[in-house]
Nanobody, 124 residues
Framework: QVQLVESGGGLVQSGGSLRLSCTAS????????MGWFRQAPGKEREEVSC????????YYVDSVKGRFTISRDNAKNTVYLQMNSLKPEDTAVYFC?????????????????WGQGTQVTVSS
């Protein structure tokens, strides 16, 4: 059974940084692309970032380009999201997810397994 567990969320002031982690069990992550999503109250879930299985390619939604960095350590079955220069509009529950292919699809991919989410709150 695949399990994804996120950590690293919290409350931070505008301009601050957080690093999210997502550790997977029940699968070998080096076979799968992995992504980070977020959902703010009253808004649809959006794909924030994706990283291919071998970390050769990444995707970022326009609103986080230059501020967020996705990375992965397949030896640890873990994917990270470094979030810098945080803004109040980044406030959301952040989820990691994995998909049963090796590549990212530019924000249009389907994902198969999801974590429970971690809250990120950015105060102004």
């Amino acid at each position: 059974q695949v399990q994804l567990v996120e950590s690293g969320g919290g409350l931070v002031q505008s301009g601050g940084s957080l690093r999210l982690s997502c550790t997977a069990s029940g699968l070998k992550t080096h076979y799968y692309a992995m992504g980070w999503f977020r959902q703010a109250p009253g808004k649809e879930r959006e794909e924030v970032s994706c990283i291919s299985s071998a970390a050769r390619s990444t995707y970022y939604v326009d609103s986080v380009k230059g501020r967020f960095t996705i990375s992965r350590d397949n030896a640890k079955n873990t994917v990270y999201l470094q979030m810098n220069s945080l803004k109040p509009e980044d406030t959301a529950v952040y989820f990691c997810a994995t998909r049963a292919v090796t590549y990212c699809s530019g924000g249009r991919g389907t994902y198969d397994a999801w974590g429970q989410g971690t809250q990120v709150t950015v105060s102004s």
